[in-house]
Every structure is written in structure tokens, then in C-alpha cells.
């Protein structure tokens, strides 16, 4: 068998480009590396809000985080704030890093729980040092001998696109600008060997990446790769977008607002706010979405409203052949908790690892896709939670969520939990049990009992501990400098 040599990448926008950066630096020029694309057709870009993943992958691709920030107007985020999803009122933040400090063999949560029964402890992200730092609009990368905050980022996602491409075009990346008319099989074994441009240009390859999108030009229109609905538990599948003016110094998380057929981001970044409106059209009308998410703007919208139509879902083979789907031609979850880039990091990770020769090993695409397959139910279930605990019966859409039926896997997750406050670790979850603990506490859920080890200490240690948690976590941050005065020093950009 002979090394793959030619990979073709159908589509642009972030998941194209990222595409196009890690194939150039994983293979250091050993691949001829080509991609295809249309400006005309335009990308989602609704990718704006990362996951910590993202400065790693940035690192990797040898980009300068002040240079990366620069070029894309990004801001630094610590977290996201869920507001009226548990129920009208509620608030909490669900960020990244750490909550609290285990004592011994006993989760901290333990500690916690104890005494919020008792009243007697604050809600728990003020135990999270990212969460102290988002509510006080502290930060800096690093601080002391070894501590630094997690964090991730919000940008402007056509900028990023733009910024990956000057990189590959400068590693020999080919760029070819064009509609594409359908793509040409090997009759043998319908492999795709070729894409057939408008100009009359064919584009041949061994490999072939299809980042077209919720289309799937080569995955589903071309291959029929099958598609798995998921839209029976997360059935929203509208979201207007639209940009506003900045109304202040941008704050340190994403925001998601629940409405009542749905969900509003809120995304600020160095030069504008990112807005949205996720929402199930059954429930209510595209214009009255609109309505709705114009009229909680912060500040002057700077774009007519744009709508995208989706299904939430993945496809049955994200590598079928010799075509491996890379971001949304490989399925959907709503950006809920910001998984968009990351699913094509992994993807791409994950396409390096097996990477074929010209054989296409089937037994390795077979584990590549169930790979795939088990990331994205995991992190399904971990979006589904949201719905699935809300206690809000205001509307019919919130009834419906709140009376759905949910995947076994999430059920057990949460039945474990509400007995005995036990998380359940997964091997190579993205989501963490800290992840888990705050949106399941975060949405109301507070566990009949705790671990019989927390008894161990007396009311009044247990409050101490607690105490003690929280003053030196709120020390850390204080003496943090506020994010407005950290990008003065060059700790994070300033716009």
C-alpha cells in the first residue's frame, strides 16, 4: 500500500481552515493539501465561544495568543452564565477549572452539600476560582508559583477562518476558489477520486474532508452516509444571529438566556456582542424569535438578522469511504456549552490518529467512527441535562422538555447523582464531574443525601472548611487585576 499524498478540504470557514493548519503541521509537507472553496457561499460562524481546548490547539499551530487576539478581536472567557433555566429567576455559572477542594477521600461537593441544607453555604460557584474571577472581571493568565486560571475564548470566527488561511497559504496549502458541480466515484467501489468545479477543473485527490457544513456535500449527498435524528430530545432547530454595538467593557463569560421556546447567547467581544436566539419553530414563529432577540439587545444591532435552519444529530458514518466529515458535515448539538470547535479538534485529532494509507484500513475507520459516535452522545447527554432538569412549566415548550423521556446513558447519570451526590467518570469525557456537578446543583438538583465520610466532621468544622474555601479562593482573585487593567499590562490583549 502506498501513503496518502493528496487531501482535498471541501469548504472553508473554521472547520476548513483548522483542517487545512493541522494536516500542514502534523505532516510538515508530506501531504499535498488542497482546499476548495466558495466565498459565495458563505460559513455558520457561529462558532465564536471556545472551550480551554482551543489555546491548546492555537499552541499547537505555533499562533501567538496575543497575535491570535489581535487579528480575531478576542476577549478571554472564564465560563458561561445560565440564566432562567432551572427556573424564572434562577442564575448560576458554570465554569471552567476546579469547585472547591477535596478533603481527604470525600469530594468537596459533599462538604457543600451538607450545609446548604443547613443554609449555612453560598451557591457553589462562589467555591470556583473562575467563578469568583468572571463575577468580579478579574483576571490573568498566570499568578503565584504554579496557579493560573482556565480559560478560553471569544472571537469572531470569519476573522479566525481568515487567520488560519494566511498560515497555510504561507506552509504551501493550495486554495482553490469555486462552486463545486458534484464530486466523481471510482465505479469499482465508489470512492471519490475527483471534484468537479463550475470552471471545469477537476480536483483530485486520495482524501477527502468534506466542511460543507449542515449540507454534507460529500458525506450524505454524495456517499449517503445515513443521518441519526436526535430532535425528539433536543428539538429546537432555528437560531437568529445578530451582532450588536458593544455596550461596555466585555465581560469575562458567555451569557445563555433561557426564552420560551428556547435559548439567547450573548458573546462579547473586543469590537462587538455576538447575539442569538436558539429556538424550536414549532413553538414560535421565525419573526417572532426575531422580535424577541431584537428586542434584548444591549446596545444598536450592526447586521440585519440572519437565520439558520438545523436538525440536531450526527451523521451514521462521520468516515465512510475515503470521506471523513469534519464539524457540522459530521452532525449538530446547539452551541449550548460551546462544543462547536471542539468537536472538529477532536475530529481532526482523532482523523491523525487513523490516518489511512491507500488501502483504507476498514477495521481503523470502523473504531474511528465509534470513537466519534460515543464523544458525541456523551456530550448530547450533557446538553440534553439542561432541558431535561428545568422545572419551568411557563410555557409549552418548557413542559414539553420537562416531561420528555431522555437517553438511558443521561438517566442513570442523573439517578446516581440525586441519590447520593455521585458523579460518574468517564474515560476521555470532555465534560468532567465538575462540569457535571454545576449544571446539575446549577439547575436545582440537590442530592437526597451526602457521603456518610463529610459526618465526619462537626457542624461547625464543616462551616469552616467552607468559609475557609471561599475567603482564600476570593484572596486569589482579589489580588488579580481587573480584565480591563490586565490587557493595559499585556497580560490579555486589550481592543
Known amino acids: 500500500m502506498r501513503p496518502i499524498r493528496r487531501v482535498v478540504i471541501l469548504g472553508g ?47 499547537a499551530l ?18 458561561i452564565e445560565f440564566a432562567d433555566w432551572g427556573q424564572l429567576g434562577d442564575r448560576y455559572m458554570h465554569v471552567f477549572g ?48 504554579n496557579a493560573s486560571l ?18 497555510c497559504e504561507a506552509r ?8 463545486v458541480l458534484g464530486a466523481l466515484q471510482r465505479p469499482q467501489d465508489g470512492f471519490i477520486s475527483a471534484l468537479a468545479l463550475d470552471s471545469g477543473e477537476r480536483i483530485e485527490g486520495d482524501l477527502f474532508v468534506d466542511c460543507t457544513g449542515f449540507r454534507g456535500m460529500l458525506i450524505e449527498e454524495t456517499l449517503r452516509s445515513g443521518f441519526e435524528d436526535w430532535s425528539h430530545w433536543l428539538p429546537c432547530d432555528r437560531a437568529v444571529a445578530v451582532p450588536c454595538e458593544s455596550a461596555g467593557p466585555p465581560d469575562l463569560f458567555t451569557r445563555a438566556s433561557a426564552r420560551g421556546a428556547g435559548w439567547q447567547w450573548r458573546i462579547p467581544l473586543q469590537h462587538r456582542t455576538g447575539n ?48 471523513v466529515a469534519i464539524g457540522l458535515s459530521a452532525g449538530f448539538l446547539e452551541p449550548l456549552e460551546s462544543t ?71 438517566r442513570r447519570r442523573v439517578r446516581n447523582f440525586a441519590g447520593a451526590g455521585h458523579l460518574q467518570s468517564i474515560a476521555r469525557d470532555l465534560f468532567t464531574d465538575a462540569n457535571w ?5 446549577g439547575q436545582g438538583l440537590l442530592p437526597e443525601r451526602h457521603h456518610p465520610l463529610a459526618d465526619r466532621l462537626t457542624d461547625t468544622e464543616c462551616r469552616f472548611f467552607l468559609e475557609h474555601v471561599h475567603r482564600q479562593l476570593g484572596d486569589f482573585v482579589d489580588a488579580l487585576p481587573r480584565y480591563e487593567h490586565a490587557t493595559a499590562r499585556g497580560l490579555a490583549l486589550s481592543p
Open 276 to 323: 442569538g436566539h436558539v429556538f424550536c419553530s414549532e413553538h414560535i414563529s421565525e419573526d417572532e424569535a426575531t422580535a424577541q432577540l431584537l428586542a434584548s439587545l444591549d446596545a444598536p444591532p450592526l447586521a440585519e438578522p440572519r437565520t439558520l435552519r438545523f436538525k440536531a444529530g450526527r451523521r451514521s458514518k462521520t468516515w465512510h469511504r475515503n470521506v
Open 98 to 145: 476546579g469547585v472547591g477542594r477535596d478533603l481527604g477521600l470525600v469530594p468537596f461537593h459533599h462538604f457543600w452539600m451538607r450545609m446548604r441544607r443547613q443554609g449555612r453555604a453560598h451557591a457553589l460557584d462562589a467555591y470556583a476560582l473562575n467563578g469568583l474571577a468572571a463575577r468580579r472581571g478579574r483576571f490573568a493568565p498566570q499568578f503565584g508559583a
Open 340 to 410: 462547536s470547535l471542539f468537536l472538529v479538534q477532536s475530529g481532526l485529532s482523532r482523523l491523525i490518529q487513523f490516518f489511512p494509507d491507500s488501502g483504507f484500513d476498514q477495521e481503523g475507520i470502523d473504531e474511528h467512527n465509534r470513537q466519534a459516535d460515543d464523544e458525541m452522545e456523551r456530550i448530547r447527554d450533557f446538553v440534553i441535562l439542561h432541558y431535561h432538569l428545568t422545572r419551568r412549566d411557563d410555557t409549552a415548550f418548557w413542559r414539553r422538555m420537562q416531561s420528555m423521556s431522555v437517553p438511558d446513558t443521561l
Open 62 to 79: 505555533g499562533l501567538e495568543e496575543a497575535d491570535f487576539l489581535r487579528h480575531t478581536r478576542g476577549t478571554i472567557k472564564l465560563g
Open 172 to 179: 504551501g496549502v493550495r486554495r482553490t476558489e469555486g462552486r
Open 437 to 441: 456537578l454545576q449544571v446539575l446543583v
Open 150 to 167: 482556565a480559560y478560553a475564548y471569544h472571537f469572531d470566527a470569519g476573522l479566525y477562518a481568515t487567520t488560519l488561511r494566511r498560515l
Open 13 to 59: 470557514g473554521s472547520a476548513g481552515w483548522m483542517s487545512a493548519a493541522t494536516l500542514s503541521q502534523a505532516f510538515q509537507g508530506t501531504l499535498d493539501i488542497h482546499v476548495v472553496e466558495s466565498e459565495a457561499i458563505g460559513t455558520v460562524g457561529v462558532g465564536e465561544a471556545t472551550l480551554p481546548h482551543m489555546r491548546e490547539f492555537n499552541l
